[in-house]
């Protein structure tokens, strides 16, 4: 086949194959959609009518609550009617003991009243109702007081409009009851929601998507909740008709871009092919003014700007060259390395010529491991593509790894060795080692990824890693000048490792006890507020453990400070063996340490406490004693408990509520735990009923929205509180 044929069985082939595949999907996609969108629809609607039942029944609550709260029975009865008076319940029931009832307001809905605490509703809902227990000042129980509110059309027609979506209330039996449904649709949506289960959605047949809710525990009411899709009509036919013009249109195009493009390509072709062998001089002939025309004349003007690029770069590499020693200072300054090593490779191939280059470091199990490469895609024999962490060469391996082994240079042609070193291919190569700079001392280890390995005979050389290039243009081979400017470009990596390691060092040490390994007082002071903004967000809860060693003093007054300090680094390695990978234990100072133990409850902490004060106080701790001898030293802690939010609103709270809890601990006859106490609520002696606490004009009250009336101790919460969740230990 020509190349005009290829051209054009190519250009339709990629004009018209998405075009099928996208008119036969797109049916299916846009059929997705609307179901996703409708979905997303019920869902919000599903939440809003949750949230509108609960506002409900908090409110039905609350209303309970003032008339339970008014000791006399003559008060009691005028501020059920109060309550009704002013919109809050639509009936106060009071009943007995006995079961009998000793009030009931005026006007109430019919039976049955559904709990709002039941889980679900057992037949006919008519009214649902709050019930709170009504107790004397003695606290003996007198009975109940239940607050109801209707629940009828006009109810329903309320969450419709809140939610903006049908809705429908049924029975027991799965009949309707009340429903804002078009009297066309109900039969279809009632079919669909006998066949939805649980959340999923389902669809009716003439494009509408149901979905039930409840009955569950705080909203007892068995609802149906539908939309209409949005599907447009006439798709299909419009498909077909995009599908036959672009058809069209394609055969066109490509009939006329094959006749037009191949004998410019062909010339094309043939000039770039030169140029590819470094003939900067070749020049393609421009035969038209269209997008091949103005692609030769950029072609052309590519090959000049491109020689004259040459000869300036050829020109400019000695001052590039003198340049390096303010380079050298400026990267010696920086602490990231993956950034130094990147400039530090860029700047040696611009220097050099170069066409790819990679630095590699030496790791813990005598590896060179990549760091960063350039231009290197392509070259691996495996195919892999070029990401740092494929180059991976033994010491003594291939090139790269003798550079490391044996510390001196490397320059020449590359020759393919079998098996494979790993390294990539090439025709021209040099390699540089880098060595810590002298005086130095060796850090690192297999811990610290990226960086050398602690081992001083790891190499016998010494060498940090290795700086390679490889290729020239005109396969021309790396000439001594390029190897003394690979080295200082080495040194300046050499520099860099160096101080990116120290800074490490300096930053760890500076937030570690030295003796214990432990965080210290100041990572304490961040981490607390770290992870209590952390738990304030997701709604989750902190433990915090205050730990004193009892009688410590005794402890460095008997067999010395020595001993003494053998006894913490013991408990700290206790410590860090019983708790878990995302906690935290901190040394605060002298005998004191800290536990942070992220999203767990009081219960989840006490145990950790228990754990922590077994496995202290069942094994004395083996000390070298004034004689030399061993001794073994028992040894008890004090554990003071507080939780984030129950204890405390702030982090440095939270540790002074478990710091007194400790001091409790140690009240109490040390050698245990005391978990911190509950701050007293604020006393309250009566509720009043505020007068504009009235329900909005839909009949519906917003969770959280207008003045909330005070509550009293163990009265009904006035506004939503965040979720509180916990993972117990």
């Given at each position: 086949?020509?190349?005009?044929?290829?051209?054009?069985?190519?250009?339709?082939?990629?004009?018209?194959?998405?075009?099928?595949?996208?008119?036969?999907?797109?049916?299916?996609?846009?059929?997705?959609?609307?179901?996703?969108?409708?979905?997303?629809?019920?869902?919000?609607?599903?939440?809003?009518?949750?949230?509108?039942?609960?506002?409900?029944?908090?409110?039905?609550?609350?209303?309970?609550?003032?008339?339970?709260?008014?000791?006399?029975?003559?008060?009691?009865?005028?501020?059920?009617?109060?309550?009704?008076?002013?919109?809050?319940?639509?009936?106060?029931?009071?009943?007995?003991?006995?079961?009998?009832?000793?009030?009931a307001t005026l006007g109430g809905p019919a039976g049955p009243w559904q709990d709002c605490a039941a889980d679900a509703a057992t037949g006919p809902v008519r009214a649902l109702a709050a019930r709170v227990r009504l107790r004397d000042p003695a606290g003996a129980d007198l009975g109940t007081v239940a607050a109801a509110q209707p629940v009828d059309p006009a109810f329903v027609a309320r969450l419709a409009a809140v939610t903006g979506v049908g809705v429908t209330l049924l029975d027991d039996p799965g009949r309707i009851t009340h429903t804002t449904e078009d009297r066309e649709v109900r039969a279809a949506v009632l079919a669909a929601a006998r066949e939805a289960d649980g959340d999923r959605v389902t669809g009716t047949a003439?494009?509408?998507?149901?979905?039930?809710?409840?009955?569950?525990?705080?909203?007892?009411?068995?609802?149906?909740?539908?939309?209409?899709?949005?599907?447009?009509?006439?798709?299909?036919?419009?498909?077909?008709?995009?599908?036959?013009?672009?058809?069209?249109?394609?055969?066109?195009?490509?009939?006329?871009?094959?006749?037009?493009?191949?004998?410019?390509?062909?010339?094309?072709?043939?000039?770039?092919?030169?140029?590819?062998?470094?003939?900067?001089?070749?020049?393609?002939?421009?035969?038209?003014r269209d997008e091949i025309g103005r692609l030769a004349a950029a072609f052309n003007r590519m090959t000049r700007e491109t020689g004259s690029y040459v000869a300036a770069l050829t020109s400019s590499r000695d001052q590039l060259r003198g340049h390096l020693t303010v380079l050298g200072d400026t990267l010696a300054s920086t602490h990231d390395l993956q950034r130094i090593l990147r400039v530090i490779l860029h700047s040696?191939?611009?220097?050099?010529?170069?066409?790819?280059?990679?630095?590699?470091?030496?790791?813990?199990?005598?590896?060179?491991?990549?760091?960063?490469?350039?231009?290197?895609?392509?070259?691996?024999?495996?195919?892999?593509?070029?990401?740092?962490?494929?180059?991976?060469?033994?010491?003594?391996?291939?090139?790269?790894?003798?550079?490391?082994?044996?510390?001196?240079?490397?320059?020449?042609?590359?020759?393919?060795?079998?098996?494979?070193?790993?390294?990539?291919?090439?025709?021209?190569?040099?390699?540089?080692?880098?060595?810590?700079?002298?005086?130095?001392?060796?850090?690192?280890?297999?811990?610290?990824?990226?960086?050398?390995?602690?081992?001083?005979?790891?190499?016998?050389?010494?060498?940090?890693?290795?700086?390679?290039?490889?290729?020239?243009?005109?396969?021309?081979?790396?000439?001594?000048?390029?190897?003394?400017?690979?080295?200082?470009?080495?040194?300046?990596?050499?520099?860099?490792?160096?101080?990116?390691?120290?800074?490490?060092?300096?930053?760890?040490?500076?937030?570690?006890?030295?003796?214990?390994?432990?965080?210290?007082?100041?990572?304490?002071?961040?981490?607390?507020?770290?992870?209590?903004?952390?738990?304030?967000?997701?709604?989750?809860?902190?433990?915090?453990?205050?730990?004193?060693?009892?009688?410590?003093?005794?402890?460095?007054?008997?067999?010395?400070?020595?001993?003494?300090?053998?006894?913490?680094?013991?408990?700290?390695?206790?410590?860090?063996?019983?708790?878990?990978?995302?906690?935290?234990?901190?040394?605060?100072?002298?005998?004191?340490?800290?536990?942070?133990?992220?999203?767990?409850?009081?219960?989840?902490?006490?145990?950790?406490?228990?754990?922590?004060?077994?496995?202290?106080?069942?094994?004395?701790?083996?000390?070298?004693?004034?004689?030399?001898?061993?001794?073994?030293?028992?040894?008890?802690?004090?554990?003071?408990?507080?939780?984030?939010?129950?204890?405390?609103?702030?982090?440095?709270?939270?540790?002074?509520?478990?710091?007194?809890?400790?001091?409790?601990?140690?009240?109490?006859?040390?050698?245990?735990?005391?978990?911190?106490?509950?701050?007293?609520?604020?006393?309250?002696?009566?509720?009043?009923?505020?007068?504009?606490?009235?329900?909005?004009?839909?009949?519906?009250?917003?969770?959280?929205?207008?003045?909330?009336?005070?509550?009293?101790?163990?009265?009904?919460?006035?506004?939503?509180?965040?979720?509180?969740?916990?993972?117990?230990?």
């Amino acid at each position: 086949m020509t190349l005009r044929g290829r051209l054009t069985a190519a250009f339709l082939t990629v004009v018209l194959g998405p075009v099928l595949l996208g008119a036969f999907f797109v049916g299916s996609t846009l059929s997705a959609v609307d179901r996703g969108r409708a979905t997303e629809r019920l869902g919000l609607a599903a939440a809003g009518v949750r949230t509108s039942v609960d506002a409900l029944c908090q409110q039905l609550r609350a209303a309970a609550d003032a008339v339970a709260l008014v000791a006399d029975p003559a008060a009691r009865s005028r501020a059920a009617d109060q309550v009704v008076s002013r919109g809050l319940a639509a009936a106060v029931q009071i009943v007995d003991t006995a079961g009998r009832t000793s009030y009931a307001t005026l006007g109430g809905p019919a039976g049955p009243w559904q709990d709002c605490a039941a889980d679900a509703a057992t037949g006919p809902v008519r009214a649902l109702a709050a019930r709170v227990r009504l107790r004397d000042p003695a606290g003996a129980d007198l009975g109940t007081v239940a607050a109801a509110q209707p629940v009828d059309p006009a109810f329903v027609a309320r969450l419709a409009a809140v939610t903006g979506v049908g809705v429908t209330l049924l029975d027991d039996p799965g009949r309707i009851t009340h429903t804002t449904e078009d009297r066309e649709v109900r039969a279809a949506v009632l079919a669909a929601a006998r066949e939805a289960d649980g959340d999923r959605v389902t669809g009716t047949a003439d494009g509408r998507y149901v979905r039930r809710i409840g009955p569950s525990p705080g909203q007892p009411l068995p609802l149906v909740l539908s939309v209409p899709g949005e599907r447009p009509p006439g798709l299909y036919a419009a498909l077909v008709g995009a599908v036959v013009l672009a058809a069209l249109l394609a055969v066109l195009a490509a009939w006329r871009l094959a006749r037009v493009t191949t004998r410019p390509l062909v010339e094309l072709a043939g000039a770039v092919d030169r140029v590819a062998h470094g003939d900067l001089t070749a020049r393609v002939p421009v035969r038209s003014r269209d997008e091949i025309g103005r692609l030769a004349a950029a072609f052309n003007r590519m090959t000049r700007e491109t020689g004259s690029y040459v000869a300036a770069l050829t020109s400019s590499r000695d001052q590039l060259r003198g340049h390096l020693t303010v380079l050298g200072d400026t990267l010696a300054s920086t602490h990231d390395l993956q950034r130094i090593l990147r400039v530090i490779l860029h700047s040696a191939i611009v220097a050099t010529g170069a066409r790819a280059g990679a630095v590699l470091l030496l790791d813990g199990d005598g590896v060179l491991v990549g760091q960063c490469v350039e231009g290197l895609d392509g070259r691996w024999p495996t195919g892999d593509p070029a990401d740092p962490a494929t180059l991976r060469v033994p010491v003594g391996a291939g090139v790269l790894g003798a550079v490391a082994a044996t510390g001196e240079p490397l320059r020449g042609r590359w020759e393919a060795v079998d098996p494979p070193t790993g390294e990539p291919s090439c025709e021209t190569y040099v390699a540089v080692p880098f060595a810590a700079p002298r005086g130095a001392e060796p850090r690192g280890g297999p811990d610290r990824p990226g960086h050398p390995p602690a081992d001083d005979d790891a190499t016998e050389s010494g060498a940090l890693g290795v700086l390679a290039l490889y290729d020239r243009p005109g396969a021309d081979e790396f000439d001594d000048g390029d190897l003394v400017t690979l080295r200082t470009f080495a040194g300046h990596a050499a520099v860099a490792v160096e101080n990116v390691r120290v800074h490490e060092e300096a930053q760890r040490l500076s937030l570690t006890d030295p003796l214990t390994g432990l965080w210290n007082y100041r990572y304490l002071r961040e981490s607390i507020r770290r992870e209590v903004e952390r738990a304030n967000r997701f709604g989750r809860m902190l433990s915090v453990l205050a730990l004193d060693l009892d009688r410590f003093k005794d402890v460095n007054d008997t067999w010395g400070h020595a001993a003494g300090d053998a006894v913490l680094v013991e408990f700290a390695r206790r410590v860090r063996g019983e708790i878990r990978e995302v906690d935290l234990a901190f040394r605060q100072g002298g005998e004191e340490f800290v536990v942070l133990l992220p999203e767990t409850d009081a219960r989840g902490a006490t145990i950790v406490a228990e754990r922590l004060g077994s496995v202290v106080r069942d094994q004395p701790v083996r000390v070298e004693g004034h004689t030399g001898e061993p001794i073994a030293v028992p040894v008890t802690v004090s554990i003071g408990i507080a939780v984030y939010p129950d204890h405390a609103a702030g982090g440095q709270q939270v540790l002074d509520a478990a710091d007194d809890a400790l001091y409790a601990a140690k009240a109490a006859g040390r050698d245990g735990y005391r978990l911190a106490r509950a701050p007293d609520p604020v006393p309250t002696q009566e509720i009043p009923v505020v007068a504009a606490a009235v329900s909005p004009p839909d009949g519906l009250p917003r969770a959280g929205a207008g003045d909330a009336a005070p509550v009293a101790q163990g009265g009904a919460s006035s506004g939503p509180h965040p979720p509180r969740q916990s993972r117990g230990r």
